[in-house]
């Protein structure tokens, strides 16, 4: 059973970019289909982006030609390239891996945009 590490959030300006990291220490998880979460405080947890096992990617309306899921294989992480940063994306972004009935949730990692 895949655990996930994220890592890649903090502080940027409006406007800036960051790269999200979602690690897992299952070696089969490109089998795995993948999402990135944001919840901000006071709000429901919604989903940013996933890409399944094939590669397929979908996005939320709100980060669509800003953000972009990637997955690289050999190194068993996904990536979420974050840019043009507006204070809205302000979150905590979880990473969600699933495969068949199974599913696993990352620690979380704190995205602040703020000038």
């Known amino acids: 059973q895949a655990q996930l590490v994220e890592s890649g959030g903090g502080l940027v300006q409006p406007g800036g970019s960051l790269r999200l990291s979602c690690t897992a220490s299952?070696?089969?998880?490109?089998?795995?289909?993948v999402g990135w979460y944001r919840q901000a405080p006071g709000k429901q947890r919604e989903l940013v982006a996933q890409?399944?096992?094939?590669?397929?990617?979908d996005y939320a309306n709100s980060v669509k030609g800003r953000f972009t899921i990637s997955r690289d294989n050999a190194k068993n992480t996904v990536y979420l390239q974050m840019n043009s940063l507006k204070p809205e994306d302000t979150a905590v972004y979880y990473c969600?891996?699933?495969?068949?009935?199974?599913?696993?949730w990352g620690q979380g990692t704190q995205v602040t945009v703020s000038s």
């Open positions: 969600r891996a699933s495969i068949t009935v199974f599913t696993v």
């Open positions: 299952e070696s089969a998880f490109n089998e795995y289909s």
């Open positions: 890409i399944n096992s094939a590669g397929t990617m």
